[in-house]
């Protein structure tokens, strides 16, 4: 967005400002980037520590498209993480583990969501001083990174010889 092409931050914000009324008033069948909008405004506003306008992008990312099947689904994880860092950052770790565990729950739970989610909820056991059960899973999200990532770039042509 324009924020990155240009850095010109306080133009990106206004620009972000402005948009919210216009994708608020399309559907997700007329305009099926309305998902991955919100996420991106959600994203943007929290990197600004715009709590309030981030939390309220990333939930109508996630309502905007209904079916599991849909493929506006993409940024529904991420819109999910994203709230969950939130809350976890508000020290309101109960909601910040509900955000967390949708996405082991959401049909878009590929395995490196499982592994981000996983780590996610230990370091929140971890905030809570529930070590025993937060070092296994920051333990399993950090090796299926690891695993994930050595797949990736075992299969790049690049690295093939």
């Given at each position: 967005?324009?924020?990155?092409?240009?850095?010109?931050?306080?133009?990106?914000?206004?620009?972000?400002?402005?948009?919210?009324?216009?994708?608020?008033?399309?559907?997700?069948?007329?305009?099926?980037?309305?998902?991955?909008?919100?996420?991106?405004?959600?994203?943007?506003?929290?990197?600004?520590?715009?709590?309030?306008r981030?939390?309220?992008?990333?939930?109508?990312?996630?309502?905007?498209a209904?079916?599991?099947?849909?493929?506006?689904?993409?940024?529904?994880n991420?819109?999910?993480?994203?709230?969950?860092?939130?809350?976890?950052?508000?020290?309101?770790?109960?909601?910040?583990?509900?955000?967390?565990?949708?996405?082991?729950?959401?049909p878009?739970?590929?395995?490196?969501?499982?592994?981000?989610?996983?780590?996610?909820?230990?370091?929140?056991?971890?905030?809570?001083?529930?070590?025993?059960?937060?070092?296994?899973?920051?333990e399993?999200?950090?090796?299926?990174?690891?695993?994930?990532?050595n797949?990736?770039?075992?299969?790049?042509?690049?690295?093939?010889?």
């Amino acid at each position: 967005m324009y924020e990155y092409r240009f850095n010109n931050y306080p133009k990106a914000m206004e620009y972000y400002h402005r948009m919210i009324p216009l994708v608020a008033i399309v559907t997700p069948d007329n305009f099926p980037h309305k998902t991955m909008i919100y996420y991106q405004l959600g994203e943007s506003y929290f990197r600004y520590h715009d709590y309030h306008r981030a939390k309220f992008c990333l939930l109508e990312s996630i309502s905007c498209a209904e079916d599991p099947g849909d493929p506006r689904h993409s940024a529904h994880n991420s819109s999910r993480n994203t709230l969950g860092l939130y809350y976890q950052l508000i020290n309101q770790l109960d909601s910040a583990l509900y955000w967390f565990r949708s996405i082991l729950e959401s049909p878009e739970c590929v395995p490196i969501w499982e592994a981000i989610a996983k780590a996610n909820i230990g370091k929140a056991y971890h905030l809570q001083n529930k070590d025993d059960e937060a070092i296994p899973l920051l333990e399993f999200g950090r090796k299926k990174v690891i695993e994930i990532e050595n797949v990736r770039l075992h299969n790049c042509p690049w690295t093939n010889s």
